[in-house]
């Protein structure tokens, strides 16, 4: 994989170029190319083995592309897999603290205390993370993933394992980092949600990204009176073949 | 790697069960192996039910009587009697569990013993009653008891011996014996040949008794002869072979050290393993491992720190056994920095062989249930003696056991412990190798981590 600086022709916070993926003999990414902005909130959606994880895997420098390049290191963009990627014998605080030292950070525990004070869980720092709530967990899995303070932010599923309070508390916060500018990238299943808090989304399937654009665009392009986002991304999957 | 490493000793902090059972499953180990090396063992009980009425156990030889009844001490050296008073009783300790055995001597023993000694005919005989439920305490009393049977045996036949060669003197130089409460004066063979053949010589020459007188002293000639080689052959029967041991190279290990090495080296075997595989399964488990390789540390970073991790908690927790144990058995305490190379290149070796199945199991009880079914055969096929298979499964287990890093571990402590036979390098670098390749063979399997 090869990395560029983001062009100044564009506003682009992260570019990716051409990205394909194969794993032996199967193609799971095929040339697919997008840029994110600051303050966007991207929804990759798509059916079940469309590439989304792998994509935002490739974005995280989890897995390296077989070709194509992206704008950003893979440490300047912070990372929330679906599972949340803690050790749960460790307290809230001993867990931020860890990740903040093998980042590098100057001050670690100045990073801590901003994260803990950021996601609300100022309360819970020295709690056991296998103690706690489902939500919970996820505000630290995401609070290490923001713990460099990156320009991009990219969510596996964050929502999948949480109940609809603690999804409303998530997309909040979300939806506040994005305003402070931070780029936003999550996969979904559910369409809903992407219709609700996405800015644009991204339609995978089978590897080749087919649409980019805003959920209003998405519907307009399948044409008739779809009910929702939901209808025409089905209608807009049943026209290709899918 | 700094920070891992306090990471994992924070998790091993918070699960204190996982930890005690880690020290003291050695320790224990440890005590357990120094007591049952430091004790004598113990004794089966026996029910023994004699008999043989007081002044009954006697056998004559010659002019000599024996209390075959005083044997019996030789026997009580090895089991705790409970002497009963009738076979039943005995035979009811036995059943009850009171009792391993029942030993029955009968009340014609010593008639038996002299009918074997004066006439060749007989076989004595002692009941042995055995509580079948047991096999193990079975033949641990058939041991016990068939050994001491044969050391009275040996001391019976040894005194017949003893006596008959007393007699066999007798008969050649004379002597005196008692019977019946007289003595009696024997003239023997040599003086009576010298009688003959005096009375011979002094008979005319004509006489028709000199060639009979003659006859009598030639075959006394003989009989002296034939006689004075009885004795020596009759002694060496006592005796007939003695071993003469040689030692060809180099020092051995005394038992008890080699069975503390082996206690020692299962113990940081199986504390490393499951600590290495346990560890790094643990990220895959909790998920972090994306997170951390992801430019935190690098694969090859994060195996090594498990090894190493592993490799030094479980190489503290194996010299503290051997500290204790070493209170017990003697071991070369002025070899101490060698107890340490030793133990860590076998915790370095067990710690790869532990990434490799923790990399492999991906799961945390799987790997934990793999590492604990690795290391029992491991043990078990270093530790067969090489000559109680056939050459074909020797070859077989001997390749296994080389693939595997417990019997280098074990010559290496062997020789750091005591200093014996064969040096430290060679299975120091056998160790280093094992560790280079379970190392890469883990490095490959990581990579389904992501």
Do not use: Y
């Given at each position: 994989m090869s990395t560029t600086a983001p062009t100044g022709d564009s506003l682009a916070t992260l570019a990716a170029r051409s990205l394909t993926k194969r794993f032996g003999s199967r193609t799971a990414l095929r040339g697919v190319s997008f840029e994110l902005r600051a303050q966007e909130i991207v929804a990759v959606i798509g059916p079940n083995g469309a590439g989304k994880t792998t994509l935002l895997s490739i974005l995280a420098g989890i897995l390296p592309p077989t070709e194509g390049e992206l704008t950003r290191s893979p440490r300047e963009v912070g990372w929330v897999p679906q599972q949340p990627a803690l050790y749960s014998k460790l307290s809230v605080a001993q867990n931020l603290e860890l990740f903040a030292r093998l980042e590098n950070l100057p001050d670690p525990d100045a990073a801590v205390a901003r994260m803990l004070d950021e996601t609300g869980l100022g309360g819970r720092a020295?709690?056991?993370?296998?103690?706690?709530s489902a939500g919970n967990r996820q505000r630290v899995n995401i609070a290490i993933g923001l713990l460099v303070e990156p320009p991009v932010l990219l969510l596996d599923e964050?929502?999948?394992?949480?109940?609809p309070r603690q999804r409303e508390r998530l997309w909040e916060f979300i939806g506040d980092l994005a305003a402070r500018g931070t780029a936003v990238a999550f996969s979904t299943h559910n369409v809903a949600e992407a219709e609700r808090y996405a800015t644009r989304v991204l339609v995978l399937v089978d590897g080749e990204l087919l649409f980019s654009g805003t959920p209003g665009q998405l519907e307009q392009a399948v044409g008739g009176d779809p009910r929702d986002l939901e209808a025409a991304f089905v209608r807009f999957l049943h026209d290709r073949g899918h | 790697m700094h920070w891992l490493f306090v990471k994992d000793l924070q998790i091993l902090r918070r699960s204190p069960l996982l930890v005690a059972l880690l020290v003291v499953y050695p320790v224990a180990l440890a005590l357990m192996v120094g007591f049952a090396l430091s004790s004598p063992p113990g004794k089966p009980k026996v029910a023994v039910y004699d008999?043989?009425?007081?002044?009954?156990g006697r056998i004559s030889l010659g002019n000599q009587r024996i209390d075959i009844s005083s044997y019996a001490r030789v026997l009580y050296q090895s089991i705790e009697p409970i002497k009963v008073n009738s076979r039943a009783e005995a035979i009811a300790k036995v059943r009850s569990g009171q009792a391993l055995a029942a030993l029955i001597i009968p009340q014609d023993i010593a008639s038996q013993v002299q009918s074997l000694v004066t006439t060749g005919v007989g076989s004595p005989t002692v009941e042995l009653i055995l509580n079948s439920s047991n096999p193990l305490e079975r033949q641990y009393v058939q041991q016990a008891i068939s050994v001491r049977i044969n050391q009275v045996e040996q001391v019976v036949s040894k005194q017949v011996l003893r006596i008959a060669i007393s007699d066999l003197q007798r008969v050649l130089n004379g002597g005196t014996i008692n019977v019946a409460g007289q003595n009696v004066h024997l003239l023997g063979l040599r003086v009576s040949r010298s009688i003959v053949e005096g009375g011979a010589a002094a008979l005319p020459p004509g006489s028709p008794l000199r060639p009979a007188l003659r006859q009598v002293a030639s075959f006394a000639r003989l009989a002296i002869a034939g006689l004075g080689f009885a004795s020596p052959v009759l002694q060496s029967i006592g005796t007939p072979l003695t071993v003469q041991q040689t030692q060809l190279a180099g020092r051995t290990t005394p038992t008890d050290s080699y069975a503390v090495t082996i206690a020692v080296i299962v113990s940081l075997m199986l504390v490393t393993l499951l600590l290495s595989a346990g560890m790094l399964a643990l990220e895959r488990s909790e998920h972090t491992y994306s997170r951390l390789v992801r430019g935190l540390v690098t694969p090859g970073g994060l195996l090594s720190e498990k090894i190493a991790l592993a490799a030094g908690c479980a190489g503290i927790v194996a010299l503290v056994m051997t500290a204790l144990v070493s209170t017990f058995v003697h071991l070369d305490w002025t070899r101490f920095e060698l107890w340490i190379v030793a133990l860590a290149f076998a915790g370095l070796a067990f710690g790869a062989l532990g990434v490799a199945i923790g990399a492999l199991a991906r799961e945390v009880s799987a790997a934990s249930l793999m590492a604990l079914l690795v290391s029992l055969p491991v043990a078990f096929v270093a530790l067969v003696p090489s000559d109680a298979v056939s050459s074909g499964v020797k070859t077989l287990l001997d390749v296994v056991a080389f693939v595997f890093p417990f019997k280098a571990a074990l010559a290496a402590a062997s020789n750091a412990f005591?200093?014996?036979?064969?040096?430290m390098l060679g299975p120091v670098l056998h160790l280093v190798a094992l560790t280079v390749l379970f190392a890469v063979l883990a490095r490959v399997a990581i990579r389904r981590f992501a």
């Open positions: 020295d709690d056991e993370v296998g103690r706690l964050p929502s999948a394992s949480l109940d | 008999e043989v009425s007081p002044g009954r005591t200093g014996a036979s064969p040096g």
